[in-house]
């Protein structure tokens, strides 16, 4: 077997907000608290690690990101390549 210790990403577990950056406004240092954990991933982490998923149901979950991914990026590139498309037209000024 090998040794899956190496692989690990290590977690950062000290998130802080201070009341300096808030203004002392709880309801904002709240907010700004679960948007640092959200970006830091560690709900994500934690509700991966729950329940066990067997490699195969991983690998396609892989691969299904990757492809909305692609067809993100592709449907982005024509829309620069088209202004002309309908997102665009829906905008009024």
């Known amino acids: 077997m090998r040794n899956n210790k190496n692989r690990e990403t290590k977690i950062n577990t000290c998130i802080t907000v201070s009341a300096d950056e808030c203004r002392g406004d709880a309801?904002?240092?709240v907010r700004k608290f679960s948007k640092k954990v959200k970006k830091d991933g560690i709900i994500d982490e934690y509700r991966d690690r729950t329940h066990f998923k067997k490699n195969s149901i991983k690998r396609t979950e892989k691969k299904r990101a990757?492809?909305?991914?692609?067809?993100?990026?592709?449907?982005r590139a024509k829309e620069l390549?088209?202004?002309?498309?309908?997102?665009?037209?829906?905008?009024?000024?």
């Open 27 to 29: 309801e904002k240092m």
């Open 66 to 75: 990757k492809k909305r991914l692609i067809e993100k990026v592709n449907r």
């Open 81 to 93: 390549l088209n202004p002309r498309s309908s997102r665009l037209r829906t905008r009024r000024n």
